[in-house]
């Protein structure tokens, strides 16, 4: 069967990884250690937006820099070790190698936190854009030539119709399957152990095409 290659873009936290218990751990010593209440177990039942945007909930305008930073740093020695891969996750980036095209990461964590948890699993993809939410996604998306982007939130459609991209979806974050067509996502799959049977038969769907 005839195929080409494809550059797939793909969120991060509840598409590849599971980053709840991690992040968790990090609100709930950040909360010790400023004196703040935080309800961490609500926090990440919201994934997906930037980190400022869930700190807003909890800390002052003023000190919403100072806190994200702090933050980022207790990140690193809480969030890391407890987070996996949601199942599929090694798999769909391998796939997109398999085709000969490119497996970029794009997600609105923190890049140097993207990268410790990608080396710690054991996940390779070709390029890590971190920092990038909803619409803002698309820049980088559109540098890197990706015509798929693989995501469990409505940011993450719309950052794919932003770039011009097929939107695939997986109901593995906060987002359900309906309220992700809705949204507009041209492909929901179950989770992303679907995804490498999907990308064969749309690589080779386009390739007939083309």
Not at 53 to 64: K, M, N, S
Not at 102 to 116: C, D, E, I
Request: hydrophobic share 45%; net charge negative.
């Amino acid at each position: 069967m005839t195929s080409r290659a494809v550059t797939v873009g793909f969120d991060l936290d509840m598409t590849l990884i599971d980053s709840r218990p991690g992040i968790r751990a990090t609100y709930l010593a950040l909360a010790a250690e400023t004196g703040a209440y935080i309800d961490a177990d609500l926090a990440v039942s919201r994934l997906g937006p930037p980190l400022e945007t869930e700190l807003a909930h909890w800390f002052p305008p003023g000190a919403l820099d100072s806190v994200a930073a702090r933050y980022r740093e207790l990140y690193a020695h809480h969030a890391i070790e407890p987070t996996r891969a949601l199942p599929g996750a090694r798999e769909a980036v391998d796939a997109v190698r398999r085709t000969g095209g490119r497996a970029v990461v794009v997600t609105a964590k923190h890049g140097p936190s993207a990268r410790l948890h990608l080396e710690h699993l054991g996940i390779a993809p070709d390029a890590v854009v971190g920092r990038q939410w909803a619409e803002g996604k698309a820049k980088a998306l559109v540098e890197y030539g990706a015509e798929v982007y693989v995501g469990d939130h409505l940011g993450d459609v719309r950052g794919a119709r932003a770039a011009g991209a097929l939107s695939v979806a997986v109901p593995t974050g906060p987002c359900g399957a309906a309220e992700l067509r809705a949204a507009g996502a041209d492909v929901v799959l179950g989770d992303l152990t679907e995804f490498p049977a999907w990308l064969a038969s749309y690589a080779a769907g386009s390739a007939a095409e083309g």
